[in-house]
């Protein structure tokens, strides 16, 4: 089902005091759901994995007890409920620990951010006295309480304003979809299927029949659509990006986390299981010379370093022999598809178009710019010839890294030569992609001229 799962979830072992909860947030306009409390339910899977949940509503003492005592047993069975219920996809959430034992919520707290998993770590917390607001004669107590928690300024309230401007958008394109359909008569369901065939047929073209499930080009088309409608749209409520919430970190080396952040935004990194295809934008390992040959015999270690160090790098007179053949052996060779994604659509393949790509350590990023043959120095940001394009530095679990393509390393490969491709290992992201094939096309098109010098 695509239904949208809950934002908030309560989990009491006792019903009536769960579903008084859920009762006042429905009422405030808020989608919740009630967990009832059943340590063999959550192992058994009964409720969750959820992704998306942004607010849960703990009673700790869960065991129904009256009592915590030191409290090591509610802390386990809290920890143990999140991460039945919540998927390691989850995202930013908070935790209200709904309680009579207020006492035990501060090292309820440090319990759970010393033992569960970084993307399962709430962010933020509160204490609510249960036994209080359950009164009788308690429910605008219990509103006012809730509508508090809800509207917390700070950077999260920010995303989530934005999460809801994507789910609004989302809405008005599926409603569009809809209202289009229904104005060619007849079966409203079979006209929705019709017009979803259509939009992918414009983005796949003639390669559509190759598609049996059709998510990908018609996915392609709709996110197209909901990022149009989400750039052109205004969110009416943007105080949770106040400057106070949103600013610069400082007093902190943030060289790795920065490197993470332009891997989100450009760059996807498979796993090493992962069985991908190639298509524009991916990047596929060189495969070794006992496997194949594509460039020649670069599968040995010794020819693939001088090409590497030729092609890629500019080192220093200083560094000896011995050391540019490990900085060298520490890079690695890539194919980068270059492929123009109509040619992919309309059938026009005969060839796969590729340029060589190069990873480096950013350990030896200083040996990717060029050279100043009078001090015998590096120049940062300088590159050894417009021919070469340095990638943002990026982050794996091998480490920081930056890509280097080189525009003058061109070559094709048939269709039925692709297996001869090595594991596909990363994918550079639209944008990027964009620029950097903008980048290829001018290199190549380049008129050029020729000139004789006086000097």
Not at 2 to 21: F, L, N, Q, S, T
Not at 214 to 226: A, K
Not at 305 to 310: A, C, D, E, H, T
Not at 364 to 374: K, L, R
Request: glycine letters at 8%; one cysteine or more.
């Amino acid at each position: 089902m695509g239904i949208a799962m809950p934002r908030i979830v309560v989990v009491d072992d006792k019903r009536e005091h769960g579903e008084a909860i859920v009762r006042k947030l429905w009422q405030m306009g808020h989608a919740s759901l009630f967990v009832e409390y059943d340590q063999q339910q959550l192992m058994d899977g009964v409720y969750g994995p959820f992704h998306g949940v942004r607010l849960i509503f703990m009673d700790l003492d869960l065991a129904g007890e009256g009592r915590v005592g030191d409290g090591s047993r509610a802390y386990s069975d809290v920890q143990a409920v999140i991460q039945a219920i919540l998927g390691k996809e989850n995202g930013p959430w908070a935790l209200v620990t709904w309680t009579g034992h207020a006492d035990h919520a501060e090292r309820l707290w440090e319990h759970l951010q010393t033992r569960l998993p970084d993307s399962l770590k709430p962010i933020s917390r509160k204490v609510m006295d249960k036994e209080r607001l359950l009164a009788d004669s308690q429910d605008e107590d219990l509103t006012s309480e809730l509508q508090q928690i809800l509207a917390h300024q700070d950077a999260v309230k920010c995303l989530l304003n934005w999460e809801s401007g994507v789910l609004d958008s989302a809405n008005e394109v599926i409603a569009e979809l809809a209202k289009v359909a229904a104005t060619l008569g007849g079966d409203s369901t079979e006209n929705l299927g019709a017009l979803l065939y259509e939009l992918a047929r414009a983005e796949a073209g003639k390669t559509i029949d190759q598609h049996a499930d059709r998510f990908q080009p018609l996915y392609r088309v709709l996110t197209s659509l909901l990022s149009d409608r989400l750039g052109s749209s205004t969110i009416e409520d943007k105080q949770g990006c106040l400057s106070e919430c949103v600013k610069e970190k400082t007093g902190a080396d943030l060289t790795e986390w920065k490197r993470r952040i332009n891997t989100m935004i450009n760059l996807d990194v498979y796993r090493d299981d992962a069985d991908i295809d190639t298509s524009p934008g991916v990047l596929t390992e060189l495969p070794s010379a006992d496997e194949v040959e594509i460039l020649g015999d670069l599968g040995s270690e010794k020819k693939a370093g001088k090409f590497i160090r030729r092609h890629f790098l500019c080192l220093q007179k200083k560094v000896g022999n011995t050391d540019k053949k490990d900085i060298s052996a520490q890079c690695k060779l890539f194919l980068l598809d270059v492929t123009p994604p109509c040619d992919h659509a309309q059938r026009k393949l005969v060839w796969r178009r590729f340029v060589v790509a190069c990873r480096v350590p950013v350990e030896h990023i200083e040996h990717v710019w060029a050279v100043d043959f009078n001090t015998d120095e590096n120049q940062a940001g300088k590159l050894k010839g417009e021919y070469l394009k340095c990638s943002p530095e990026f982050m794996d679990n091998d480490g920081g890294f930056v890509i280097l393509v080189n525009a003058n390393l061109q070559l094709s490969l048939p269709e039925d030569q692709l297996e001869k491709l090595g594991r596909a290992k990363y994918r550079v992201r639209e944008a990027m992609l964009a620029d950097w094939l903008g980048w290829i096309g001018r290199h190549i098109t380049r008129l050029g001229h020729v000139w004789l010098s006086t000097s």
